[in-house]
């Protein structure tokens, strides 16, 4: 399997997980298809990595693992919040910055 | 040079200690002896420094500090000259207004203690800024006192602010005298420009030398006449000075008989050596006065407010004294704005002593007040005979000297005109001693004479009026000690000028007799025979009501066409923008529904768009 074999495989990810984050209407659909669109840049700077033999992007996934560990503990619970507050999780009717 | 600085420091300090202790202020009575102390030091210092000037035996002195050094541009100077002229000028106006001051004593007795505070305050700081336009030595700083005086002026009219009249009557007075002003400012920077300095001393030495545009020159002075024309109340800016009579009556015999307005003649006395290159100038001022001399008389004539027919008679003397200056007989204008100043400050001190008595303006309602009144009568008879110009009273040389001046300046029709208005003011000053003093009919109300407060600053003026021909050899002196002494050739003027003086001021008061006194003829009738003409008098030649037609119509339609263009125009052209973003904002506001996948989708596109622009092309 090749480098560009992988970051082809990523950019497909990233559209999946783009097209979910635009057309799902539940909220912790559009989280679950960030975390597509995440890991798909981490496949691709890994794949990238490994093709050129750098140690430093393996880490640097890593760190990207963690972090989106943390981002995805922190909106988990927006929308547990909001599902409390709002009593709704549907990002269509959590419009209150319309102008 | 202490003594002007003395002169100027008396009042100055009265009015600064009035002014910045309200309870001196508010006490009255204290205040007003502490500025007469101010005036009486003044009067003393300038008197002690006039008499060598008088005597001829000393020389002009000038004293100037840096005020705002500039480089690249004439210095600004503040200073003060001392000469024949300014001196004699402070003394007169130190004396005039220390007599004044002590006559208010009397006469504001019945105001209540803090106006009469309000009112000496004003009066200390009238004279330190008079005294300060007199001493002037550059025209920067005669244009700062002359505002001041203006302002001294505009105070003490609207002094009885519970009064319309008298407000509007300030106002007017101050705005017409800065319509003036206003060519004054233009008049000093002109003269500025042309010769690089605002000094008198350095401006003769100028011109004389030939260094200053005869077209500039012209142009600076006509201004500066403008100022003047303001203050001494010259057609047609005269229509202030009959208002300015609802002041309290010594504010009428300081300001706007003695000082004040004779600032403006001061002024063309002292510019007089720059007048004659000025040769169309000087034709014109001489024009002007004449005109205002023989018109300000007329209006007099059919008067019966005792102070105005006062005021008309300052306007119609001011007047002789600018044709005297627009003859060339600067020296003759001076000696007269001297006579002047001791006789009309004594005739409306005299009618202030009447008003109190009558507590009425009205001359048809004061009558025999000379048998209750015997020393106010005896003093009004010396004015009256002193402004008819009756031997040998100091009104007869002076204005013997002007018509002399104005003869051998080559104006005939002038000198005619001239005679005739003295005959006039012969006949209107009669008329108001024959109606108040003597008369068919008692006056109203128990007439009672003044207090001594009131008769003593009479009498000395009074006795002025009677004996100030003699200053007459004094003025060739006093001009021989200013900064720029004429050559003066002593004028011989015809026999006949003060036989023709005499009889026109003897036969208007035989007339005055006739009319009023002995009642052979009926002046009522006369009026009526004479009815376009009387109507024309009454109304003052719709001067004012010109100045109002051309207030009212031209410069208030002007300023309604203007609120009109503002109001639609520039307004509007602000108003439809607001509602162009109103409108368009209304519009885009719908893009903005509050959907996050919404922008989303907005940034994606636009993310595509950056990398298609970036890339694929």
């Known amino acids: 399997m090749t480098a560009g074999a992988l970051l082809l495989v990523a950019a497909a990810v990233f559209s999946i997980g783009l097209f979910g984050v635009l057309a799902r209407r539940h909220a912790i659909g559009v989280l679950v298809s960030i975390e597509l669109m995440f890991n798909a840049v981490n496949l691709a700077v890994a794949a990238i990595a490994w093709s050129r033999g750098l140690v430093a992007g393996v880490v640097l996934v890593l760190f990207g693992i963690a972090i989106t560990v943390a981002e995805i503990a922190i909106g988990l619970a927006l929308v547990l919040l909001a599902a409390r507050v709002r009593k709704t999780s549907v990002l269509d009717d959590l419009d209150t910055l319309r102008g | 040079m202490i003594p002007a600085l003395v002169t100027l420091c008396g009042p100055l300090a009265a009015f600064a200690l009035i002014g910045l202790l309200p309870p001196l202020r508010r006490a009255g009575r204290p205040a007003a002896l502490l500025s007469i102390a101010g005036i009486a030091v003044a009067a003393l210092a300038s008197g002690i420094q006039a008499v060598p000037y008088f005597r001829g035996v000393a020389a002009p002195a000038t004293y100037e500090f840096l005020w705002a050094p500039l480089t690249g541009a004439p210095s600004i100077r503040f200073g003060l000259l001392v000469d024949g002229l300014s001196a004699s000028m402070a003394a007169l106006v130190a004396l005039i207004a220390l007599l004044v001051q002590v006559y208010s004593l009397a006469y504001m007795a019945s105001e209540k203690p803090a106006s009469l505070g309000r009112y000496y305050a004003y009066q200390a700081f009238f004279a330190f800024a008079m005294l300060g336009l007199v001493l002037s030595h550059n025209l920067l700083q005669t244009y700062v006192f002359w505002e001041m005086v203006g302002l001294g002026s505009y105070l003490l009219i609207g002094f009885f602010w519970e009064r319309p009249e008298a407000g509007r009557a300030a106002l007017k007075a101050f705005w017409t005298t800065r319509l003036g002003d206003v060519g004054f400012a233009l008049g000093i920077l002109v003269l500025w420009g042309a010769a690089g300095t605002f000094t008198f001393t350095e401006l003769f030495a100028?011109?004389?030398?030939?260094?200053?545009?005869?077209?500039?020159?012209?142009?600076?002075?006509?201004?500066?006449?403008?100022?003047?024309?303001?203050?001494?109340?010259?057609?047609?800016?005269?229509?202030?000075?009959?208002?300015?009579?609802?002041?309290?009556?010594?504010?009428?015999?300081?300001?706007?008989?003695?000082?004040?307005?004779?600032?403006?003649?001061y002024l063309m006395v002292r510019v007089?050596?720059?007048?004659?290159?000025?040769?169309?100038?000087?034709?014109?001022?001489?024009?002007?006065?004449?005109?205002?001399?023989?018109?300000?008389?007329?209006m007099a004539l059919v008067e019966s407010d005792i102070k105005r027919v006062l005021a008309f008679s300052t306007v119609s003397q001011l007047g002789f004294m600018m044709a005297a200056v627009g003859s060339g007989g600067a020296g003759a204008a001076y000696f007269h704005l001297l006579t002047h100043a001791f006789f009309k400050a004594l005739l409306f001190l005299t009618a202030g002593s009447l008003i109190h008595a009558v507590g009425s303006n009205d001359l048809f309602k004061m009558g025999r007040l000379a048998r209750a009144m015997p020393v106010t009568a005896a003093c009004f008879a010396a004015g009256a005979l002193a402004l008819a110009g009756i031997v040998p009273t100091a009104g007869f040389f002076s204005k013997d000297e002007i018509l002399a001046s104005v003869l051998a300046g080559g104006h005939p029709l002038g000198f005619a005109l001239l005679v005739l208005t003295a005959g006039i003011t012969a006949f209107y000053i009669g008329r108001a001693f024959f109606l108040a003093m003597l008369g068919s009919h008692d006056a109203e109300g128990h007439a009672h004479e003044s207090p001594a407060a009131m008769t003593a600053p009479m009498a000395v003026l009074a006795v002025l009026a009677l004996v100030g021909g003699a200053l007459a050899p004094s003025i060739p002196r006093l001009f021989a000690g200013t900064i720029a002494p004429p050559a003066f050739e002593p004028e011989t003027a015809p026999v006949f000028v003060p036989i023709l003086g005499t009889l026109a001021a003897l036969s208007g008061l035989a007339l005055s007799w006739l009319a009023y006194q002995r009642r052979s003829f009926d002046p009522g009738a006369v009026r009526r025979a004479v009815g376009p003409v009387a109507t024309l008098l009454e109304r003052r030649y719709f001067v004012d009501d010109a100045f109002e037609l051309v207030y009212r119509r031209a410069y208030l339609g002007l300023s309604s066409v203007v609120g009109w263009f503002d109001r639609y125009v520039v307004d509007g052209l602000v108003n439809a923008a607001t509602w162009m973003t109103w409108l368009v904002a209304g519009r885009l506001r719908g893009m903005q529904n509050g959907r996050v996948q919404d922008a989303l989708y907005a940034v994606a596109a636009g993310l595509v768009l950056l990398a298609w622009l970036a890339l694929g092309r």
Do not use: N, R, Y
């Open chain 2, 206 to 265: 100028k011109v004389g030398g030939g260094a200053v545009a005869g077209s500039a020159l012209s142009l600076g002075l006509a201004g500066i006449t403008l100022g003047a024309m303001g203050k001494s109340a010259q057609f047609p800016f005269h229509v202030w000075l009959p208002d300015a009579m609802e002041g309290p009556t010594p504010v009428s015999a300081l300001i706007h008989a003695a000082t004040m307005v004779a600032a403006g003649v």
């Open chain 2, 272 to 298: 007089a050596p720059l007048l004659s290159h000025a040769p169309e100038l000087m034709s014109a001022i001489f024009a002007i006065g004449v005109l205002t001399a023989f018109l300000a008389a007329t």
